[in-house]
Structures are given as C-alpha cells and as structure tokens.
C-alpha cells in the first residue's frame, strides 16, 4: 500500500532533484500495474464466489492435497509399522517426452560402474537429457515449453532393460509435436512447501504460492514464466520462505537467493552472458556441501558456507569454472548438495549409464572410466538412503 507519506517524500525528492522524477515515476507506474493486477484477480475470485466456481476450485485443489498426503502416508507409514520402503527409481527423460525408469534396488549397488546402456544414435546426440530420483509410488508434474504442465505416475513408465535399452520404447508425454518437454518434478513433497518457484533458461524466476499452483495444475497449465525472446522455461523446485534458492548456469556462474526475496511476477535473477543459460536450479535446504560436474567429467566442489546470499537481482553471479577452461569448452552439467554416502548417477554420450561413488569422485576431482571422446549429458546425485543394502 502507498501511504499518503511515502506520497510526500517522493514529491521532495523530485523537487530537490528533478533528475530522479523520471525514475519515481517508473516506480510509481510498477507499483500501479502490480495494485491493478491484483485488482482485477480479487474481481474474478468474487465473481468465481457469486456462481460457485471458485468452490468447485478450491475443492478440487483440496481433493490433490489429500492424495499427496495420501501418497507420503503410505510410504512413511509402512516404514512405521515395521515394513520395507519401496526401492528408490532413476527417472531418466529426454526433451522429446520419452521417460523411461529403473528401479535402485540393493542389487545396483554392489558395485560403481556401468548399470544400463541406451541406443544413443545421431539423432539421440541431439536431445537434452535429464535424471531424477523419486519412487515408484510418487506423481511426477512435467513442465513444458509452452508453459503447459501434466501429471503421470512412475509406476506407469517401462522400465530400463539390462540389455540394453532404446528411447523410442520409453513413456511418451503428450509434447503436442513441438512443446518440448523441459522438467519433471515430483509432486508428493507439495504440502510440505509454501511456495513452487519457477525458473527460466535465461534466469527469469517467480514464485507462486502453494494454493495458486495447486489451481493452476488443475488447469494445466502454469505459464511460461518468460519474459524476453529466445528465453523459455527451465525448472520448478518446491520451498519455503526461509529456504535459499541456488541458480546455476551452463559456464559455471552461481548464483543464492532468499526464497522470501524471490518477487511473484518474472523477473531476471542472474546476468548471465548472450550464449549462457541455467542447467541446474533447486531448494538448498541446510545442506553443507555442493558438487559441480563438468561435460568433460571433471568434479569442483564447494562449501556452501562460502557461498553468500544475495537480496539482489540482475547481478552476476558466483564464478565456479575458470574463464580459460570455459574457452576451451568446459561446460558445466549438473550442480547438487552432497552427502559422503551418496551416489553419482551419470549419462554419457555413448550411451552409458554409469553409477559413481560421491565421496570418491570428490576425492579424483573428476569421473574416472569416461572414454577420450565420451562426454557427460546428465547427472543426477543419489542419496545414501536409496542404498537400502
């Protein structure tokens, strides 16, 4: 709210100097816009109230709440009454919508090394190439670029073949031709958060609160999030308002944010350079430690104790990888807190799926087993509590 005082002191500051009234005005028309905005949603959420729509709304928003909570009581609740959690899955996706899973049962790791192969041929070459680790019960939230969303459960995707496996027998989300698909998000982990925080390739990030997002995954569809061209959306990621949101780009530019600070329209986070974009964005939670995986395979890791905050946009952040490195073709893949225990999962350009000791790949300060010619596309860290062997 602009009170009657903040009024007045703008009007002496652009009396003592006449040069900042164009910049008070510009403030002033960015407050209006935002109070009209806001207007005209309390409009429509009366006028949904008067013909029962915005009931119908809030009831369905209830009804996905309930069964994400339904879905995090069966899995914590088997484990209270004596049982055995469900094995932890590798969600591993590719742009073109194909999603293929496999299980992490005791037996994967008995040894680090090759676990799986994939036909990766020159028209795979040209795909991105994602990993996540869920399980087998949870709902994944697919983001695409259009800004559209859609929900399907793991336990509805093929698994991986030990024989070898090609993409084209995997799940095919609905890309409607050219929407690529851009991001999976686990939805389980929902009612735990306040917020979704949005991001785009180019840095661009928004947050929404919990109840809006529920709605608007009703809708399917969330917005693109983009504000300027050659831009489209990267990422979404579940925190709360005392949560540290961390952004990472392709040359190695970091950048923290208060997720308090983050603003609930698009807005550039990061300058980032014209032939950079974000590769990795996530909730830092109270992690310690953060490793950093190069397309060459090389390891940095940092302390998240040296990484500062910032409570500003646009700014440059953090840089983790040498300019000179940067030259020469180094590119950052991946960026994830880490734990000793924890295990590496890597995809390779030849198609390799390769499953790598956290501890011992810090301790290398790369991934040892990759071939001359053979480069890193995706990287994912496993967490100790998959290994329940």
């Given at each position: 709210?602009?009170?009657?005082?903040?009024?007045?002191?703008?009007?002496?500051?652009?009396e003592?100097?006449?040069?900042?009234?164009?910049?008070?005005?510009?403030?002033?028309?960015?407050r209006?816009?935002?109070?009209?905005?806001?207007?005209?949603?309390?409009?429509?959420?009366?006028?949904?109230?008067?013909?029962?729509?915005?009931?119908?709304?809030?009831?369905?928003?209830?009804?996905?709440l309930?069964?994400?909570?339904?879905?995090?009581?069966?899995?914590?609740?088997r484990?209270?009454?004596?049982?055995?959690?469900?094995?932890?899955?590798?969600?591993?996706?590719?742009?073109?919508?194909?999603?293929?899973?496999?299980?992490?049962?005791?037996?994967?790791?008995?040894?680090?090394?090759?676990?799986?192969?994939?036909?990766?041929?020159?028209?795979?070459?040209e795909?991105?190439?994602?990993?996540?680790?869920?399980?087998?019960?949870?709902?994944?939230?697919?983001?695409?670029?259009?800004?559209?969303?859609?929900?399907?459960g793991?336990?509805?995707?093929?698994?991986?073949s030990?024989?070898?496996?090609?993409?084209?027998?995997?799940?095919?989300?609905?890309?409607?031709?050219?929407?690529?698909?851009?991001?999976?998000l686990?939805?389980?982990?929902?009612?735990?958060?306040?917020?979704?925080?949005?991001?785009?390739?180019?840095?661009?990030?928004?947050?929404?609160?919990?109840?809006?997002?529920?709605?608007?995954?009703?809708?399917?569809?969330?917005?693109?999030?983009?504000?300027?061209?050659?831009?489209?959306?990267f990422?979404?990621?579940?925190?709360?308002?005392?949560?540290?949101?961390?952004?990472?780009?392709?040359q190695?530019?970091?950048?923290?944010?208060?997720?308090?600070?983050?603003?609930?329209?698009?807005?550039?986070?990061?300058?980032?350079?014209?032939?950079?974009?974000?590769?990795?964005a996530?909730?830092?939670?109270?992690?310690?430690?953060?490793m950093?995986?190069?397309?060459?395979?090389?390891?940095?890791?940092?302390?998240?104790?040296?990484?500062?905050?910032?409570?500003?946009?646009?700014?440059?952040?953090?840089?983790?990888?040498?300019?000179?490195?940067?030259?020469?073709?180094?590119?950052?893949?991946?960026?994830?807190?880490?734990?000793?225990?924890?295990?590496?999962?890597?995809?390779?350009?030849t198609?390799?799926?390769?499953?790598?000791?956290?501890?011992r790949?810090?301790?290398?300060?790369?991934?040892?087993?990759?071939?001359?010619?053979?480069?890193?596309?995706?990287?994912?860290?496993v967490?100790?509590?998959?290994?329940?062997?």
């Amino acid at each position: 709210m602009i009170t009657r005082k903040q009024i007045e002191e703008w009007m002496q500051e652009a009396e003592l100097r006449p040069g900042s009234a164009p910049q008070l005005i510009n403030i002033l028309g960015e407050r209006l816009q935002l109070l009209a905005q806001r207007n005209e949603e309390l409009l429509s959420e009366t006028i949904q109230l008067r013909d029962g729509t915005r009931v119908e709304e809030l009831e369905a928003q209830l009804a996905m709440l309930e069964g994400q909570l339904d879905l995090l009581k069966r899995r914590y609740g088997r484990l209270e009454e004596g049982g055995e959690e469900e094995p932890a899955c590798l969600v591993l996706y590719r742009d073109d919508g194909r999603v293929l899973q496999l299980s992490l049962d005791p037996a994967v790791f008995k040894h680090a090394g090759q676990i799986a192969t994939f036909t990766i041929d020159a028209e795979a070459a040209e795909h991105a190439y994602g990993l996540l680790v869920t399980h087998a019960e949870d709902e994944l939230l697919a983001l695409f670029a259009s800004g559209r969303v859609a929900t399907f459960g793991v336990n509805a995707l093929p698994a991986v073949s030990a024989n070898g496996s090609d993409w084209t027998n995997g799940y095919q989300a609905d890309t409607r031709g050219s929407d690529n698909l851009r991001g999976l998000l686990p939805t389980a982990a929902l009612p735990l958060h306040d917020y979704c925080v949005q991001v785009s390739r180019r840095g661009w990030v928004k947050r929404t609160m919990r109840e809006h997002f529920q709605s608007y995954i009703e809708k399917d569809f969330i917005g693109s999030g983009v504000k300027v061209k050659a831009d489209e959306p990267f990422g979404l990621f579940f925190a709360n308002a005392s949560d540290q949101a961390v952004l990472v780009s392709q040359q190695g530019s970091l950048l923290s944010l208060p997720v308090s600070f983050l603003p609930y329209n698009p807005e550039e986070s990061i300058k980032l350079g014209v032939s950079d974009h974000l590769i990795d964005a996530f909730n830092l939670g109270k992690e310690q430690r953060l490793m950093l995986v190069t397309n060459h395979g090389h390891i940095v890791v940092r302390e998240t104790g040296s990484i500062t905050p910032s409570e500003t946009l646009k700014v440059k952040g953090q840089q983790l990888i040498p300019p000179g490195r940067i030259g020469s073709g180094t590119r950052a893949v991946a960026l994830a807190p880490w734990h000793a225990q924890d295990w590496l999962a890597v995809l390779t350009s030849t198609g390799r799926l390769l499953l790598f000791q956290a501890a011992r790949a810090a301790e290398d300060g790369r991934l040892t087993g990759l071939t001359d010619q053979e480069t890193v596309l995706a990287v994912r860290i496993v967490p100790a509590e998959a290994d329940a062997g």
